[in-house]
């Protein structure tokens, strides 16, 4: 259900979607508000959750995680506590940022960053083989990062 925003609160989204760290004063004049009113609005948006978390990006090769990999994993069956399993382990992985549901070729879509190739091949027989009703994983190693985007476009509320 998309939610209905004035501009306002698109100005206050936009706004923090490139800086979470300013302060209500910064945010409220940046959207023509004063304090008070601008943090009724964020905490209104927060509380019907339009703003999820407040999070900062850290670069991953910069911390040792030079290694994006794609995975295309097909289940064995589609049985209820198959999935389930499945989804309640890779909620546990942190290698894995992204996990996905999807059609075609494979049941889900994971984003997994790992220090090397070598990682990736312990993780997948330690963790993703060992989830029951696992039958295959495609992977696709990222060779470099093209866009990395976060910003939700919003052009389409007004």
């Known amino acids: ?5 004035d501009r306002h609160e698109k100005g206050i989204l936009d706004a923090l979607q490139d800086n979470a760290r300013l ?26 959750g339009v703003i999820r978390r407040y999070t900062v990006h850290l670069d991953p090769r910069k911390l040792g995680l030079s290694e994006c990999v794609f995975a295309h994993v097909t289940l064995e069956r589609h049985r209820e506590n198959v999935v389930d399993q499945f989804e309640a382990a ?8 992204e996990c996905f549901a999807v059609t075609g070729d494979a049941d889900y879509l994971l984003r997994i960053v790992v220090p090397s190739t070598e990682h990736y091949g312990r993780f997948l027989s330690e963790k993703i083989f060992s989830i029951p ?8 190693v990222s060779l470099k990062e093209v866009k990395f985007e976060t910003r939700l476009p919003l052009d389409h509320l007004e």
């Open 90 to 97: 890779i909620r546990t992985m942190p290698e894995v940022l």
């Open 23 to 48: 302060t209500m004063q910064e945010l409220g004049d940046s959207v023509g508000l004063s304090a008070s009113p601008c943090w009724r609005r964020v905490r209104s948006l927060e509380e019907i």
């Open 133 to 140: 009703g696992v039958a295959h994983v495609r992977s696709n």
């Open 1 to 5: 259900m998309t939610i209905k925003l």
